[in-house]
């Protein structure tokens, strides 16, 4: 009688193949709302479709999600040096026609005087958050889940300062925080909040003139909170 143990399988064998991607929800303000980067898909599934910036991570040169999401920006958008955090991974067996797959979602911030109409892989589409097409996979909860996580870290922290220009003045800056919560901010309180943060410096001798009352100073990010955040107590 043979003794030998039964066949136990490797880990691997029968393993499915994972799809591993990522996904860049790139957001801008224009006119005051929020629009987030489309682009045409070349290629099936989907072929033709307007959805999120993406592509699989490279394993043999991406460090890590996050520089895998970096070179989305730059291949396909051709966007460089935009604030970029880690949002959330989507996964499951039917999120995508090609099999189980997991995408670790980013999102990205740009001013609106940096947007680029055209990238490296075609045309770029500015798409009202509000007025979104009918997106593929499951882009549509990828953009829902970054507008939430946009609009609850700006009730606490500097975060909006991303969408602004190198330059602006409190009445502009303000104007942006109220476009992403959706909510009117009492002006003295915002700029003891902005006081309290510590993170803008006035530009020298920058000043903004020709508007009915008197000029208004310019100021910038410190250096040091260009890509960090300054989490400060909430409410503004």
Same mark, same amino acid.
């Given at each position: 009688m043979s003794t030998r143990s039964p066949h136990r399988p490797s880990p691997h064998e029968d393993s499915p193949h994972i799809i591993c991607t990522v996904d860049v929800v790139a957001l801008t303000l224009i006119a005051t709302r929020l629009h987030v980067a489309l682009l045409q898909r070349a290629q099936p599934p989907a072929q033709g479709d307007w959805a999120l910036p993406g592509g699989y991570v490279h394993a043999q040169t991406d460090a890590d999600t996050s520089a895998a999401a970096r070179r989305v920006l730059a291949d396909k958008l051709g966007? /460089?040096?935009?604030? #970029?955090?880690? #949002?959330?991974? &989507?996964?499951?067996?039917?999120r995508d026609p090609r099999g189980w797959s997991l995408s670790v979602a980013h999102c990205a911030l740009l001013p609106a005087d940096a947007l680029p109409a055209q990238g490296p %892989?075609? %045309?770029?589409?500015?798409?009202?958050?509000?007025? +979104?097409?009918? +997106?593929? &996979?499951? /882009?549509?909860a990828i953009v829902a889940a970054a507008l939430a996580r946009v609009r609850n870290k700006s009730q606490y922290s500097s975060l909006p300062v991303h969408l602004c220009g190198e330059q602006f003045t409190l009445p502009? #800056?303000? %104007?942006?925080?109220? %476009?992403? +919560?959706?909510?009117t901010l009492n002006k003295v309180s915002f700029r003891r909040k902005m006081d309290d943060m510590g993170l803008l410096e006035a530009v020298p001798g920058a000043m903004l003139t020709g508007a009915a009352h008197r000029p208004a100073q310019f100021w910038r990010v410190r250096p040091a909170y260009r890509q960090h955040l300054a989490v400060t107590p909430r409410g503004l």
């Open positions: 966007m /460089h040096g935009v604030y #970029l955090e880690q #949002l959330a991974t &989507f996964s499951g067996p039917r %892989a075609g %045309a770029i589409r500015w798409v009202d958050v509000q007025q +979104l097409p009918g +997106l593929p &996979f499951d /882009h549509a502009q #800056l303000q %104007a942006v925080y109220e %476009a992403v +919560l959706g909510d």
